[in-house]
């Protein structure tokens, strides 16, 4: 599950990049006018979309890897161990995977009117992977004791609507993983060695 948190990390540094400029072409063309951008400059307006493709596809490629091999099947033996992390499994499977492959196939098809249709449709699913992400931070926290999950499970709740503060959130969740990592094996070398005790001789 940490390597594929550190798959999301970059992923998401390529995705906020995507998002970037979306946004800074959006406040452009507000300025520019939308009815004479679609109208007159409607093939520049397209081209313009190609860069954001590129980085929306690159980030999801390396996301739907790091979720498929990585993260999504660390939190289902999460949930297998203690059924109480199975809604967090359960979101983060339909929410992030679903969603970032839909996003794949919007970037995809981003020229054409249904590929916008189809990304609104991901960031959507998105969100709810992100509340299971949320969820499974603050159980982390409940059980590891550090503080670290909870403020990266706050991060998440507040990157719902600020973005840029998953990037921090990506951060100290794979921090926190390597430290509970690190302690689970220091615990491990400090059981000692199980000796049967003497039998007495019959």
């Not at 499994?89 to 839909?102: A, D, H, Q």
């Amino acid at each position: 599950m940490r390597e594929g948190v550190l798959y999301q990390f970059i992923a998401w540094i390529l995705l906020g990049i995507g998002i970037t400029y979306v946004f800074t072409l959006t406040i452009g063309s507000s300025f520019a006018g939308f009815h004479h951008m679609v109208t007159e400059n409607f093939g520049l307006g397209m081209l313009a979309l190609v860069p954001l493709a590129i980085f929306l596809l690159i980030g999801a490629i390396i996301s739907l890897i790091g979720l498929w091999g990585k993260f999504i099947p660390g939190v289902k033996k999460l949930a297998n161990v203690n059924p109480e992390f199975s809604t967090s499994s359960t979101f983060v499977n339909l929410g992030l995977f679903w969603g970032t492959l839909l996003m794949l196939i919007g970037a995809l098809t981003v020229m054409i009117v249904v590929g916008v249709f189809i990304m609104m449709i991901s960031f959507i699913l998105i969100i709810l992977g992100y509340i299971g992400i949320l969820l499974l931070c603050f159980k982390l926290n409940d059980f590891e004791k550090n503080s670290l999950y909870l403020a990266a499970g706050i991060l998440f709740l507040i990157g719902i609507i600020f973005p840029i503060l998953d990037f921090v959130a990506w951060i100290l969740l794979y921090i926190a993983l390597v430290e509970s990592l690190r302690k689970a094996n220091s615990q491990a070398t400090q059981i000692p060695p199980f000796t049967p005790s003497p039998q007495p001789l019959a």
